[in-house]
């Protein structure tokens, strides 16, 4: 069956250092990978898309990569800060329309 | 200015009630959907509205129903609640291309069924 895996171990990491997330999917070849953030009692925000002919993606402090041939998208925030925590969640087309979601990983940045 | 909005935030009832959530979003968005977030966390897809017509229905009790009065709003009606349709309810929206177009979401409806 298709399935997109996130690390389900919550991550702390140090003020400052580098978080490093981790989605990967099976028996599916998407075009496109999305990421999201969702905070507590909110709905998920938007953060980046990458294209599968796209190796790595940068938006301020974010770089994703996406690794078609290990089914595998890496997600990092550099030079972290404690309102970077949060959770983040990878997505994309499994079937039909629906834009299907991982689990999330917990991200928490301590001072 | 809210692009996704939904009501209520909080909806606390008892088995068997019957009971609707509202969305609204106001980006001109031609699809919509419904999410649910159970207590684990994991958001799975329930239904999908593009241009007032259904496209996905994902497997759900057919105590589950959504409606689409028009493009900007798609409301969900729960008929004889059940304990275990206690989760966070999100509405969503993208413009047309879905695997390139973000979804942007509401801020959840809390339901709790006891």
């Known amino acids: 069956s298709q399935k997109i895996e996130q690390n389900s171990e919550a991550l702390n990491i140090q003020e400052g250092k580098t978080a490093t997330l981790t989605c990967n999917y099976t028996?599916?070849?998407?075009?496109?990978l999305q990421w999201y953030r969702q905070d507590p009692g909110r709905g998920p925000v938007f953060l980046l898309l990458?294209?599968?002919?796209?190796k790595e993606k940068r938006k301020e402090r974010l770089k994703v990569t996406f690794d078609t041939t290990l089914k595998q998208s890496l997600f990092h925030i550099t030079a972290s800060q404690p309102a970077d925590s949060a959770t983040y969640l990878c997505?994309?087309?499994?079937?039909?329309?629906?834009?299907?979601f991982g689990k999330g990983t917990s991200l928490l940045v301590t001072p | 200015d809210t692009a996704v909005s939904q009501t209520p935030k909080y909806l606390v009832t008892q088995m068997g009630n019957d009971k609707s959530i509202k969305c609204e979003q106001n980006?001109?968005?031609?699809?919509m959907y419904w999410y649910k977030q159970d207590s684990k966390k994991f958001l799975k897809i329930m239904f999908s509205?593009?241009?007032?017509?259904?496209?996905i229905n994902e497997t759900v009790p057919n105590r589950f129903s959504p409606k689409s009065p028009d493009k900007a709003h798609l409301n969900l009606h729960i008929n004889s609640l059940e304990l275990g349709d206690s989760a966070v309810y999100f509405c969503?929206?993208?413009?047309?291309?879905?695997?390139?177009?973000?979804?942007?979401f509401g801020n959840g409806t809390r339901l709790t069924v006891t």
């Open positions: 509205y593009n241009n007032k017509e259904l496209i």
């Open positions: 969503a929206s993208s413009p047309p291309g879905l695997s390139n177009s973000p979804l942007h």
């Open positions: 997505a994309l087309v499994v079937s039909g329309y629906a834009l299907n």
């Open positions: 028996n599916y070849s998407p075009a496109y």
């Open positions: 990458i294209r599968e002919n796209e």
């Open positions: 980006l001109g968005h031609d699809t």
